[in-house]
């Protein structure tokens, strides 16, 4: 059974930071590529960062770059997401997902085979 589990959300304050963590498990980590996407109340669930095993770049939505960036731990299963410099905007449930194969970044949600069951982040102003 497939599973991928987020942890790390919360309340914190504008300018703060939080780590978002996914562990996965039931599946060959190391051929998914793997993203993040939120989904704030009220708006369409939206890609934030996504992770190729190898090749290209990470990519990232344009409001959060420079202040995300996201990782993979293949000794853990895991891919984790640094949030730097938060602000209310960026509140919303964060979702982890996996799309199968090691080339190419996850481009929308049609794409993606799993799913997280989601951990919400609150930021304060």
């Known amino acids: 059974q497939v599973q991928l589990v987020e942890s790390g959300g919360g309340l914190v304050q504008a300018g703060g930071s939080l780590r978002l963590s996914c562990v996965v498990s039931g599946l060959t980590f190391n051929n998914y590529n793997m993203g993040w996407f939120r989904q704030a109340p009220g708006k369409e669930r939206e890609l934030v960062a996504a992770?190729?095993?190898?090749?290209?770049?990470?990519d990232y939505a344009d409001s959060v770059k420079g202040r995300f960036t996201v990782s993979r731990d293949s000794a853990k299963n895991t891919v984790y997401l640094q949030m730097r410099n938060l602000n209310p905007e960026d509140t919303a449930v964060y979702y982890c997902a996996a799309r199968f194969g090691r080339l190419g970044n996850i481009r929308s949600s049609y794409e993606v085979q799993y799913w997280g069951q989601g951990t919400l982040v609150t930021v304060s102003a």
């Open positions: 992770i190729a095993w190898i090749f290209p770049e990470p």
